[in-house]
């Protein structure tokens, strides 16, 4: 994902109350070199700093439907800031995406590559990597987050002896179909490993 091993690196996550938190230091997201964020990127320009590198899109369901039909998508101030887009599921093909379109990489491809700027698009090896994780901690097949699987795509292509990644603005709550308890457990595990240090929402 264009990011060096070695950058420093903030990832701002979109708790509901990330825009208001007032323990999040938006100086050091703004100072880190990569600051990544998620969807309508909560606290950009207040509570969580001025600064997005990177900008993940979830690209299947309503939401990325919404975003679409918005002629104004494109200025929306942290799309605008941003340096590269990450999309983090991979394309479905054609058959598997009717009657109901779920996945809308086509279109959004198509929409934020005239700007120039990369878009990643993560793919499935790393979806069965962190199912594979997450798995022992919760029943059934898990269904990663957004928020999971970048974060362990950026930690898996950070090198040895690299500075901790910062992660803020995650309160693992949400749509009840993915496995919350569960990457909870696996941030606290990598937190105690000094690959992350995971900064709490309040004081």
């Known amino acids: 994902m264009d990011v060096s091993p070695g ?17 999040i230091d938006a100086a050091a997201i703004d100072a880190a070199d990569c600051v990544v964020r998620f969807n309508n990127a909560a606290g950009f320009r207040a509570a969580t700093g001025s600064r997005v590198t990177h900008l993940a899109l979830v690209n299947r369901g309503g939401q990325m439907r919404e975003w679409l039909e918005d002629r104004h998508f494109l200025e929306r101030p942290a799309v605008r800031a941003a340096r590269a887009f990450i999309l983090p599921f991979p394309m479905l093909p054609a058959e598997h995406n009717r009657p109901e379109t779920i996945c809308w990489t086509r279109e959004v491809l198509a929409l934020l590559r005239p700007s120039g700027r990369p878009v990643h698009i993560l793919p ?11 798995a022992p901690r919760t029943p059934g097949r898990p269904n990663p987050s957004t928020g999971f699987l970048v974060t362990l795509a950026l930690l898996l292509a950070r090198g040895q002896g690299a500075a901790p990644v910062q992660a803020y603005g995650f309160g693992f709550d949400g749509w009840p179909g993915h496995p919350w308890a569960a990457e909870r457990a696996w941030f606290a595990d990598q937190q105690a490993a000094g690959r992350l240090n995971l900064h709490p929402l309040s004081k």
Do not use: D
């Open 124 to 134: 499935e090896a790393l979806h069965e990597r962190a199912r594979r994780l997450l």
């Open 7 to 23: 950058a420093s690196l903030a990832i701002v996550g979109n708790a509901p109350e990330t825009g208001a938190a007032e323990a």
